[in-house]
Structures are given as C-alpha cells and as structure tokens.
C-alpha cells in the first residue's frame, strides 16, 4: 500500500500544475462559475449538502447552477477526451455532450451522485446517444481516497471500471476507517466480477496508477476544483451532487446549443 500521498498539492492560489494546456485566461469562465456557486453556498449550507471538500461541507440547490446557461470556452470542451474504447467513459465518443465528473470515492456527495442520478443519466441521455460521461480521478480525502482512485483505475484495465465504481457507491462509507484499505478494495474486486486479482493488486500498486490519477487531479487544480463531486458538461460547471433536474437541463441546454452550432449558428 501506499502509505504517503504521491500525488500533486493543491496549488497556492495563482499556481497552475504542471503548465497546463489550459491557461489561466481560458479558466476564466468556468472559475467565474465555481467562484458564483461557492458564493452560493455560504448563504445555502445550513439549508442543503451537495459537495464535498478535504476542508468543509459544499452544497447548492437547484437554483445555485446558473453557470450551465453560459456560452461555452472552447479550450474546456477541448478537455473531453473522446477516446474511443475508453474504459473510465460511458457513452458513444462522438455524443454531442459530455459531461465530466471529478470525483471521489469517500466523498459522500459523489456516492449520492452515482445511486441516485447517473442511473437517470444513463437511461435519459447516454442509452439515447446524447451523453457521455467522462470519470477523473479526484481523490480529496487522503490516503484511503488515493488508494481507492488507483484501485478503481487497475479495474479499467480489465474492463470493469463502471462495475467497481458501482460496487464502491453502492452504498455509504466511513471515511479513513478502513473502508478503502487494500483488503477491502480487494474484496471489492471480486465482488465488480475483476478476475484477475494479482494483475488488479499490481496494477493498483504501481506507477502507471499513480500517473493516472495525477494527470487527472492536476487538471481538476488547473480548473480551481476544491471539492468533489465537480462537474463540466460541455465546458459548463455545476458544483455538488444537484438535483437530476439540473443536470437533465444542464445536458439538453448543451444539445440544442450543440444543434446550434452545427447548423452555423452560435449558442451565445
């Protein structure tokens, strides 16, 4: 097991990891966003729980995601990926909208998430070929958290990424209390249907997870995400584990935008 972090601090205010693709001046947009949201979130905390961050509690109502009406950077819909046979993404790569989701998997919220609205999502929009959605590696919450993201990544290369992250949301755990310890995320495994156990512990162990889940943690930084569940759909921010409401207008406000733009036209 890896008992110290191996992955990238949280930059000091300003800092960008790694001289990412994304400038700062490309950022603007989406952190003008988040920066709405977390402003929402002071007055609305005592009233609802939607986020999760290593520091407090984050949460929005419905009417505190604004931000998924407006015009679109092009440098952050550049930040789907679109692989085809990617094991971390479901969805057709040519979908026209593409929700990313930078999660973790002791953050409660993120379990909310997973139970309650990716199940709506599949069957609503991505069965329909109008979604697909993009997991990253976000773990906030130390050790347990990182494991559990390289552990999740070494299911991907046996193609059960999606059964693991099932199995893992499948219902509430302690955080740091040994839920995500190697033996439970062994067990897990098994239980994902992960049939080879030995490549998944060494797979989970080694440096090719590490890099993994580092190139997906310094982009969520490069972003300015704090806290988890974050998400982007088609470049557009929505913080915390909303409603489904929001993210089915979320999602067919990129679609008529998407339809938009095809024909010549733009979505601003």
Same mark, same amino acid.
């Given at each position: ?46 009233? +609802?729980?939607?986020?999760?961050? @290593? *520091? &407090? ?5 419905a ?5 998924? %009406?407006? !015009? ?76 559990? +993201?390289?552990?999740?990544?070494a @299911? *991907? &290369?046996?193609?059960?990424f ?7 949301? %499948?219902? !509430? ?14 067990t897990m ?7 080879d ?8 162990n ?34 915390g ?7 089915a207008? +979320?999602?067919?406000?990129?679609? @008529? ?6 024909q ?5």
């Open positions: 097991m890896h008992a110290a972090s191996r992955l990238p601090e949280k930059p000091r205010a300003g800092a960008t990891p790694g001289g990412g693709a994304v400038s700062r001046r490309r950022l603007r947009p989406v952190l003008a966003g988040l920066v709405l949201v977390a402003a929402v979130v002071v007055a609305v905390v005592a009233l +609802a729980g939607g986020g999760d961050s @290593a *520091g &407090r509690p984050a949460g929005t109502p009417s505190a995601a604004p931000s998924a %009406a407006a !015009p679109a950077d092009p440098s952050l819909l550049a930040l789907a990926r679109r692989e085809s046979g990617d094991p971390y993404a479901l969805g057709k790569p040519d979908a026209p909208v593409v929700l990313i989701e930078y999660s973790d998997f002791q953050c409660p919220f993120c379990g909310r998430f997973a139970r309650e609205t990716k199940p709506e999502l599949l069957r609503d929009y991505v069965e329909k070929g109008v979604l697909r959605i993009e997991w990253r590696h976000f773990p906030l919450f130390g050790a347990e958290s990182e494991q559990a +993201a390289r552990a999740s990544w @299911a *991907g &290369r046996q193609g059960r999606w059964q693991f992250h099932d199995t893992a949301y %499948a219902h !509430p755990r302690e955080r740091n209390k040994g839920d995500f310890a190697e033996k439970a995320l062994l495994a098994e239980e994902a249907g992960i049939e156990l030995d490549r998944f512990r060494a797979d989970m080694s440096a090719a997870a590490d890099a993994a889940v580092t190139r997906d943690v310094e982009e969520g930084y490069a972003l300015g995400v704090s806290s988890t569940p974050a998400f982007l759909v088609n470049g557009r921010p929505i913080l584990a909303q409603p489904t409401d929001v993210f207008e +979320a999602v067919e406000a990129a679609e @008529a935008a998407e339809g938009t733009r095809a010549g036209g733009t979505d601003e």
